[in-house]
């Protein structure tokens, strides 16, 4: 049963576990309903990584934990994100802005440096601009 870190309250809304849901669906739920949400491994530093460099930036992203049998169920990040890093073989840990997965911490890093990560968190509301 995936567990559930939250950095912050998104909106005074609440975290809702619905068994009936697959682990699939409550994935892509929790994915619409966070403006900035990462899955992760109880055990992954790169999502610590993740979580500080947000922080430094003002935002508190919801932080989701998967059991391993779950981590299958999360949507690929998209193929520019993924392509030759370590995102692509290791799904987790995964970060997710306004609902499109911007990949692992790499392509996060990377979207920082060139300047557009600020804009992207402004844009859905993650942060004030």
């Known amino acids: 049963m995936m567990s ?8 005074g809304a609440g975290f ?11 994935i892509r ?9 990462i899955f992760s491994r109880s055990s992954c530093c790169m999502c610590h990584v ?3 460099l947000l922080a430094t930036i003002g935002v508190h992203p919801t ?12 949507p690929p990040p998209p193929p520019a994100a993924a392509h030759g ?9 995964a ?7 911007v990949g ?3 392509s996060l890093v990377a979207l920082h440096l060139s300047g557009r990560l600020v804009p992207k968190l402004v844009e859905v509301g993650a942060l004030w601009g």
């Open 4 to 11: 559930t870190t939250t950095t912050s309250t998104v909106s």
């Open 16 to 26: 809702s576990i619905d068994e009936e849901e697959s682990a699939e669906e409550r």
């Open 29 to 37: 739920r929790l994915i619409s309903e966070h403006p900035v949400i």
């Open 50 to 52: 993740m979580k500080k």
């Open 63 to 74: 932080v989701i934990q998967l059991d391993d049998h779950e981590i299958a169920s999360l």
């Open 85 to 93: 890093s370590i995102s692509s073989r290791n799904p987790v840990p």
């Open 95 to 101: 970060v997710f802005i306004g609902g499109t997965c």
């Open 104 to 106: 692992g911490l790499e």
